[in-house]
C-alpha cells in the first residue's frame, strides 16, 4: 500500500469511527474500544507522516471527483504537511489513549465520541488539502466539530463560551475565505499549484498577510484575537482540551506559514516581519500575564498556549525579516525553532492538559486555591505534571528549553540585518521573549505548588485517588518524549532539515548536528555558540544523586524536637497556607494597575465586629474592555438602524437587489 493509499484509508476510517460512534450505546468497553480505534487511525496517518520525511519520496498528490469543477478535491503530501501530519496525529494518538481511562467517566460520552474522530480527521484534511475550496472545507469541520465538543457538557459556562468560540471561529473562516479570494485573483485559480504559479504582489500581497494574521491568528490565539481560548478550553473535556490547546493552534499555525511562506513566499518584503514580530512579542507577554492572574487550573493552561502561540510567531516574523534579506542560515535557525517549539509545544501542553484533567477527575475542582498536597495521593500524576510544568518553563534538559534557546540564537543574529528597524524591533520582542520565560517559570511554580504540595485546602482534595492506568500512560509517554527531545535536540533539529529547506531554501549548517559529538547542537557553522542536552542531564543526576548520598551519610542522625515553623500563625489550620492568590500578589500589583486596571477591595471588620474580613480583586481584560465590547455595542446599534430592512416592500427590495448587483458589477470591471 502505498503513502497516498495510507492516507485515503487512514482519513476514511476515522470518519467511520464518527458516523459509528453516533448510533452505539454508551458503555465503558465500547468507549473504550471506540477511543482505542481512534488511536489506531491515527498511527495509521502518523506512519506516512514519518515515513515522508524520512525517506523523503517526493510529492504526493492525489485528486478526487470532489469539490469544485475543474478543479476537484486537491490532496498534497509535501515535507510540511508531512510535519504537521506528525504533530496533530502524535497528539491524537496520545489523547485518544488518554480517553480510554478518562472518558469512561464522561457524564455524556455520546455527545462527545462522534465528534472526536470527526474532529481528529478535519485537523488532518486541512493539512492535506491542496486547493482552497478543500482548505476551507477541512477548516470550517474543523471548527464545527470543535464547537460542538465545547458544547458537550451543557453547561452555563460552555453556553456562552461556545458563543464566543462560534463568532470567533466564523471570523477566521471569513478572513481565509477573502484571503484565497485574492490569491485566486480574476483568473480563479483556486489549486494551491496555480497560485503558485502567479502569486500576487504587491498591495494584494499585503492584503493576504493581513487577512491571514486575522483568519489563521483568530484560531491559533494572537492577540487580542484570543478570547474564545480561556472560555472554550476549559469548558470542553480534557482530552479535547489537550487536542485544541496542543494540536488545533498547531493547525492554525500551519494554515499560516502554508500561505505565507509556500503560496506567496516569492512575494515577501522585509517590513512584513514588523507587524508580525509586534504582534508576537505582544502575544507572549500578554499570555503569560493573563495565565498569573488565573486560579482556575485550565484557564491559566489556555492563557499559556497565548504566550506560546506568540513564541512560535517570533519564530516566523523573524524567518521572514531573514528570508525576505535572502540570509538563508538565519531564515533557516528562525523557522527550524518556530517548527520545534510547534511540536514541542504539541507535547508539553498534552501532558499538561491530561494532567489537569486527571486532578480534575480525582477532586472534581479547578480552583487551585481548593486543592493542594495532591502529591500524596497523586504521586504519578504529580511527577508527569511537574516534568510538563519545568518544560514550559524551559528549563534543561528538557524540550521547551532547546526551541526557546533556538529562538533567541535567532534573535542574536538580528544584527546582520540591514534595516534599523528591525534591528530595534527585534532587540525588544527578545526582551519580551525573555520576561515572559522568567514570568512563565514563575507562574507553575505556582502552579504546581499550590495544586500538588502542601496539605489539602479541601475535603475532595484530601480525598483525591490516582488517575487511572491508561491515563498514566499517556502522560508517561509524553513525558518521556519531552525529556528525550530535550537530550537529544541535535536529532530532532535534523529531522526539521528537509522541512526548514521547503520552506525557506536551506538548512541548519551541517554542525548543527556535530558528527565527533552527535549530542551538541550548534546554531551557527563559526560555533559561537552550543547546547549539549545529555550533558546538562548526566550533570543534573549525578549532582542529585551525590548531594543526597552526602546528606544522608554526614548529616547528624541526632532527634531534636521543636515547634514546627508555623508561617506566623500558631493555628493549625490548611486555610493558612501560601495561596495562588498571595503569590501572584506582588505580580499583580506591580503589572495588572496597568495592564489590567486591577483593584484590590479590602473589608476589614473594626474591633469588637465578629463579621470575617473579605478580600476581593477585580481586573478588566483589556482585549474585551477596548475592542470587543465596544464592537459589540457598535454591532447592536446598527442592527437596530438596519432593521427597518425586514419591513420593505417587494418592490423596494427589487430595487435595493438592482442596485446591490450593479455595483458588484462596477467592482469586477475596475479589478479586471
Same mark, same amino acid.
Given at each position: 500500500?502505498?503513502?497516498?493509499?495510507?492516507?485515503?484509508?487512514?482519513?476514511?476510517?476515522?470518519?467511520?469511527?464518527?458516523?459509528?460512534?453516533?448510533?452505539?450505546?454508551?458503555? /465503558?468497553? %465500547?468507549?473504550?474500544?471506540? $477511543?482505542?480505534?481512534? &488511536?489506531?487511525?491515527?498511527?495509521?496517518? !502518523? *506512519?506516512?507522516?514519518? #515515513?515522508?520525511?524520512?525517506?523523503?519520496?517526493?510529492?504526493?498528490?492525489?485528486?478526487?471527483?470532489?469539490?469544485?469543477?475543474?478543479?476537484?478535491?486537491?490532496?498534497?503530501?509535501?515535507?510540511?504537511?508531512?510535519?504537521?501530519?506528525?504533530?496533530?496525529?502524535?497528539?491524537?494518538?496520545?489523547?485518544?489513549?488518554?480517553?480510554?481511562?478518562?472518558?469512561?467517566?464522561?457524564?455524556?460520552?455520546?455527545?462527545?465520541?462522534?465528534?472526536?474522530?470527526?474532529?481528529?480527521?478535519?485537523?488532518?484534511?486541512?493539512?492535506?488539502?491542496?486547493?482552497?475550496?478543500?482548505?476551507?472545507?477541512?477548516?470550517?469541520?474543523?471548527?464545527?466539530?470543535?464547537?460542538?465538543?465545547?458544547?458537550?457538557?451543557?453547561?452555563?459556562? /460552555?453556553? %456562552?463560551?461556545?458563543?464566543? $468560540?462560534?463568532?470567533? &471561529?466564523?471570523?477566521?473562516?471569513?478572513? !481565509? *475565505?477573502?484571503?484565497? #479570494?485574492?490569491?485566486?485573483?480574476?483568473?480563479?485559480?483556486?489549486?494551491?499549484?496555480?497560485?503558485?504559479?502567479?502569486?500576487?504582489?504587491?498591495?494584494?500581497?499585503?492584503?493576504?498577510?493581513?487577512?491571514?494574521?486575522?483568519?489563521?491568528?483568530?484560531?491559533?490565539?494572537?492577540?487580542?484575537?484570543?478570547?474564545?481560548?480561556?472560555?472554550?478550553?476549559?469548558?470542553?473535556?480534557?482530552?479535547?482540551?489537550?487536542?485544541?490547546?496542543?494540536?488545533?493552534?498547531?493547525?492554525?499555525?500551519?494554515?499560516?506559514?502554508?500561505?505565507?511562506?509556500?503560496?506567496?513566499?516569492?512575494?515577501?518584503?522585509?517590513?512584513?516581519?514588523?507587524?508580525?514580530?509586534?504582534?508576537?512579542?505582544?502575544?507572549?507577554?500578554?499570555?503569560?500575564?493573563?495565565?498569573?492572574?488565573?486560579?482556575?487550573?485550565?484557564?491559566?493552561?489556555?492563557?499559556?498556549?497565548?504566550?506560546?502561540?506568540?513564541?512560535?510567531?517570533?519564530?516566523?516574523?523573524?524567518?521572514?525579516?531573514?528570508?525576505?534579506?535572502?540570509?538563508?542560515?538565519?531564515?533557516?535557525?528562525?523557522?527550524?525553532?518556530?517548527?520545534?517549539?510547534?511540536?514541542?509545544?504539541?507535547?508539553?501542553?498534552?501532558?499538561?492538559?491530561?494532567?489537569?484533567?486527571?486532578?480534575?477527575?480525582?477532586?472534581?475542582?479547578?480552583?487551585?486555591?481548593?486543592?493542594?498536597?495532591?502529591?500524596?495521593?497523586?504521586?504519578?500524576?504529580?511527577?508527569?505534571?511537574?516534568?510538563?510544568?519545568?518544560?514550559?518553563?524551559?528549563?534543561?534538559?528538557?524540550?521547551?528549553?532547546?526551541?526557546?534557546?533556538?529562538?533567541?540564537?535567532?534573535?542574536?543574529?538580528?544584527?546582520?540585518?540591514?534595516?534599523?528597524?528591525?534591528?530595534?524591533?527585534?532587540?525588544?520582542?527578545?526582551?519580551?521573549?525573555?520576561?515572559?520565560?522568567?514570568?512563565?517559570?514563575?507562574?507553575?511554580?505556582?502552579?504546581?505548588?499550590?495544586?500538588?504540595?502542601?496539605?489539602?485546602?479541601?475535603?475532595?482534595?484530601?480525598?483525591?485517588?490516582?488517575?487511572?492506568?491508561?491515563?498514566?500512560?499517556?502522560?508517561?509517554?509524553?513525558?518521556?518524549?519531552?525529556?528525550?527531545?530535550?537530550?537529544?535536540?541535535?536529532?530532532?533539529?535534523?529531522?526539521?532539515?528537509?522541512?526548514?529547506?521547503?520552506?525557506?531554501?536551506?538548512?541548519?549548517?551541517?554542525?548543527?548536528?556535530?558528527?565527533?559529538?552527535?549530542?551538541?547542537?550548534?546554531?551557527?557553522?563559526?560555533?559561537?555558540?552550543?547546547?549539549?542536552?545529555?550533558?546538562?542531564?548526566?550533570?543534573?543526576?549525578?549532582?542529585?544523586?551525590?548531594?543526597?548520598?552526602?546528606?544522608?551519610?554526614?548529616?547528624?542522625?541526632?532527634?531534636?524536637?521543636?515547634?514546627?515553623?508555623?508561617?506566623?500563625?500558631?493555628?493549625?489550620?490548611?486555610?493558612?497556607?501560601?495561596?495562588?492568590?498571595?503569590?501572584?500578589?506582588?505580580?499583580?500589583?506591580?503589572?495588572?494597575?496597568?495592564?489590567?486596571?486591577?483593584?484590590?477591595?479590602?473589608?476589614?471588620?473594626?474591633?469588637?465586629?465578629?463579621?470575617?474580613?473579605?478580600?476581593?480583586?477585580?481586573?478588566?481584560?483589556?482585549?474585551?474592555?477596548?475592542?470587543?465590547?465596544?464592537?459589540?455595542?457598535?454591532?447592536?446599534?446598527?442592527?437596530?438602524?438596519?432593521?427597518?430592512?425586514?419591513?420593505?416592500?417587494?418592490?423596494?427590495?427589487?430595487?435595493?437587489?438592482?442596485?446591490?448587483?450593479?455595483?458588484?458589477?462596477?467592482?469586477?470591471?475596475?479589478?479586471?
Amino acid at each position: 500500500m502505498g503513502i497516498a493509499e495510507l492516507l485515503l484509508t487512514g482519513l476514511a476510517i476515522m470518519f467511520a469511527i464518527g458516523l459509528w460512534s453516533v448510533f452505539f450505546h454508551a458503555g /465503558a468497553n %465500547r468507549i473504550r474500544a471506540t $477511543y482505542g480505534a481512534i &488511536a489506531l487511525a491515527c498511527l495509521f496517518l !502518523l *506512519l506516512p507522516g514519518i #515515513g515522508y520525511i524520512i525517506a523523503a519520496p517526493g510529492t504526493v498528490s492525489i485528486v478526487l471527483p470532489l469539490g469544485l469543477p475543474d478543479v476537484g478535491m486537491r490532496l498534497r503530501l509535501d515535507f510540511l504537511s508531512a510535519f504537521f501530519l506528525v504533530v496533530v496525529n502524535l497528539g491524537g494518538a496520545v489523547s485518544s489513549l488518554y480517553a480510554m481511562g478518562y472518558g469512561v467517566h464522561e457524564a455524556r460520552p455520546g455527545r462527545v465520541l462522534p465528534f472526536v474522530a470527526a474532529f481528529v480527521a478535519a485537523m488532518n484534511l486541512v493539512i492535506l488539502a491542496d486547493d482552497a475550496f478543500t482548505f476551507l472545507l477541512a477548516w470550517e469541520m474543523m471548527s464545527l466539530t470543535s464547537w460542538a465538543l465545547v458544547m458537550s457538557s451543557r453547561e452555563k459556562e /460552555a453556553e %456562552r463560551a461556545g458563543l464566543v $468560540y462560534f463568532v470567533m &471561529a466564523s471570523f477566521s473562516g471569513i478572513m !481565509l *475565505l477573502f484571503a484565497f #479570494g485574492l490569491l485566486a485573483g480574476a483568473g480563479g485559480g483556486y489549486g494551491f499549484e496555480q497560485i503558485r504559479l502567479a502569486p500576487p504582489s504587491g498591495p494584494v500581497a499585503t492584503g493576504v498577510l493581513v487577512l491571514v494574521l486575522l483568519g489563521a491568528g483568530s484560531k491559533a490565539g494572537l492577540f487580542p484575537l484570543h478570547v474564545w481560548l480561556p472560555l472554550a478550553h476549559p469548558a470542553a473535556p480534557s482530552h479535547v482540551s489537550a487536542l485544541m490547546s496542543a494540536v488545533m493552534t498547531k493547525v492554525a499555525v500551519y494554515g499560516a506559514i502554508r500561505i505565507l511562506f509556500d503560496l506567496i513566499g516569492p512575494a515577501m518584503v522585509w517590513w512584513w516581519a514588523i507587524p508580525v514580530l509586534a504582534i508576537a512579542g505582544i502575544t507572549t507577554l500578554m499570555g503569560v500575564l493573563y495565565a498569573l492572574m488565573q486560579h482556575d487550573l485550565k484557564r491559566l493552561l489556555a492563557y499559556h498556549t497565548v504566550e506560546n502561540i506568540g513564541i512560535i510567531f517570533i519564530g516566523l516574523g523573524l524567518a521572514m525579516a531573514f528570508h525576505a534579506n535572502g540570509q538563508t542560515a538565519g531564515a533557516a535557525l528562525a523557522m527550524g525553532a518556530a517548527l520545534l517549539h510547534v511540536f514541542n509545544h504539541s507535547l508539553f501542553k498534552s501532558l499538561l492538559f491530561l494532567g489537569s484533567g486527571a486532578v480534575l477527575h480525582a477532586t472534581g475542582e479547578r480552583d487551585i486555591d481548593r486543592l493542594g498536597g495532591l502529591i500524596h495521593n497523586m504521586p504519578r500524576t504529580a511527577f508527569f505534571f511537574l516534568v510538563g510544568s519545568a518544560a514550559i518553563s524551559a528549563l534543561p534538559p528538557l524540550n521547551g528549553f532547546v526551541s526557546e534557546w533556538l529562538t533567541f540564537q535567532s534573535v542574536l543574529a538580528s544584527s546582520q540585518l540591514p534595516q534599523m528597524s528591525l534591528k530595534f524591533l527585534i532587540p525588544v520582542t527578545g526582551v519580551m521573549l525573555a520576561l515572559a520565560a522568567a514570568l512563565a517559570a514563575a507562574c507553575f511554580v505556582k502552579a504546581f505548588g499550590v495544586t500538588f504540595l502542601g496539605r489539602p485546602r479541601s475535603d475532595m482534595a484530601g480525598k483525591a485517588r490516582e488517575t487511572d492506568r491508561f491515563s498514566l500512560v499517556a502522560m508517561g509517554l509524553l513525558a518521556t518524549l519531552c525529556l528525550l527531545v530535550g537530550i537529544f535536540p541535535g536529532q530532532a533539529v535534523q529531522a526539521l532539515h528537509p522541512v526548514v529547506g521547503f520552506l525557506v531554501g536551506g538548512g541548519l549548517p551541517t554542525e548543527a548536528v556535530t558528527p565527533a559529538v552527535p549530542l551538541s547542537l550548534t546554531p551557527f557553522a563559526d560555533g559561537r555558540s552550543s547546547y549539549n542536552g545529555m550533558i546538562i542531564f548526566v550533570f543534573l543526576l549525578v549532582s542529585a544523586s551525590f548531594t543526597a548520598w552526602f546528606v544522608h551519610r554526614f548529616a547528624s542522625r541526632t532527634t531534636r524536637r521543636t515547634d514546627s515553623w508555623d508561617c506566623g500563625h500558631p493555628e493549625d489550620n490548611p486555610l493558612a497556607q501560601y495561596t495562588a492568590a498571595s503569590f501572584s500578589q506582588p505580580i499583580r500589583r506591580v503589572f495588572g494597575a496597568n495592564v489590567f486596571s486591577a483593584r484590590e477591595q479590602v473589608d476589614m471588620p473594626p474591633p469588637g465586629d465578629n463579621r470575617p474580613a473579605r478580600f476581593a480583586v477585580s481586573m478588566d481584560d483589556p482585549a474585551w474592555k477596548y475592542i470587543f465590547t465596544p464592537l459589540s455595542t457598535l454591532v447592536t446599534w446598527v442592527s437596530r438602524r438596519v432593521n427597518v430592512l425586514q419591513q420593505l416592500t417587494i418592490r423596494r427590495y427589487l430595487t435595493l437587489v438592482f442596485f446591490w448587483v450593479v455595483g458588484l458589477l462596477i467592482v469586477v470591471a475596475l479589478w479586471n
